[in-house]
């Protein structure tokens, strides 16, 4: 697969034309992952894919370190793995629209177009509650489209953020994540950190685009894999800031074994 080429501008306008005139066909899908199918009951949810300024803990990848979007990172959390649903899975910051979010149909203007005001506050407030992310500090950018999300029966859409005035960020709830923590642009890219997660239910194998990364203060590796896996693959695609990786190696996605 050949990259595509970057928006012209610097990183920012390239993420406001991403969701001015990528998002229709971003999440299109190039390999199956998506298990099951929605129901007549999903829930929307949203959430904050949110680039800042590169922070104290910089890539030791440097053979890719030239053009834009090289000099920030995106803000991620790990759900606890005591949860319910996707327990010890590394997510963007997120959830459910609830009633103070307002409701669907009202709309926002913002750099990338118009937005579902209930979708940016629910996304803003569920990384605020995760993160103690200052939502002032950040401005939203625009939307991506909306992506089923039948293994946990959600409509999911993600929010793009630019972290224009940054704030400390951790975990609030040790009952809803184990970790929070930012992940540079150039971790990301490294061919060296991907693979395809597996997991397979009968005859059928799914399949997602897969980060391995490391993280201070964490032993071992933490994996980004499932549908944040695949918003980010298509994201950094899209932008123009992927580099080709080997997408013959694959591995059971952790903590399935390869199973579900």
């Known amino acids: 697969m050949t990259t595509s080429q970057p928006h012209p501008g610097g990183p920012r306008e390239q993420l406001v034309e991403l969701a001015r005139h990528g998002d229709s066909v971003l999440m299109q899908d190039r390999e199956p992952w998506r298990i099951g199918q929605l129901d007549e009951n999903f ?8 680039f800042g300024a590169l922070d104290r803990v ?42 103070p ?5 009202t709309t926002l203007e ?9 979708h940016v506050r629910a996304a803003l407030r569920e990384a605020h509650e995760e ?3 200052d939502p002032s500090g950040v401005e939203v950018l625009g939307a991506l489209h909306e992506v089923p999300l039948p293994v946990s029966n ?46 397979t239910r009968g005859s059928q194998t799914y399949k997602s685009p897969a980060f391995d990364l490391s993280v201070a203060g964490v032993d071992g590796t933490v994996t980004v894999w499932g549908f944040t896996g695949v918003v980010l693959d ?3 695609d899209r932008l123009g800031w992927a ?18």
């Open 154 to 199: 959600h409509m999911v859409t993600p929010v793009i953020g630019w972290w224009c005035k940054e704030s400390p960020v951790d975990v609030v709830d040790h009952a809803e994540s184990s970790l929070v923590f930012r992940v540079p642009v150039l971790d990301l890219i490294n061919p060296a950190h991907r693979y395809y997660a597996t997991v």
């Open 101 to 105: 979010d307002g409701q669907l149909g």
């Open 43 to 50: 829930r929307h949810s949203a959430v904050l894919i949110l």
């Open 131 to 133: 993160t103690g992310l």
């Open 234 to 236: 298509r994201v950094l």
């Open 58 to 99: 910089p890539s030791a990848y440097a053979e890719h370190s030239e053009g834009p979007g090289r000099d920030l990172d995106v803000l991620l959390v790990q759900r606890a793995s005591t949860l319910r649903a996707h327990p010890g899975q590394v997510a963007f910051p997120g959830g459910r629209l609830d009633p």
């Open 243 to 260: 580099v080709e990786w080997d997408r013959s190696v694959k591995r059971p996605a952790p903590g399935m074994g390869g199973t579900a």
């Open 110 to 118: 913002v750099p990338g177009g118009t937005v579902s005001a209930a």
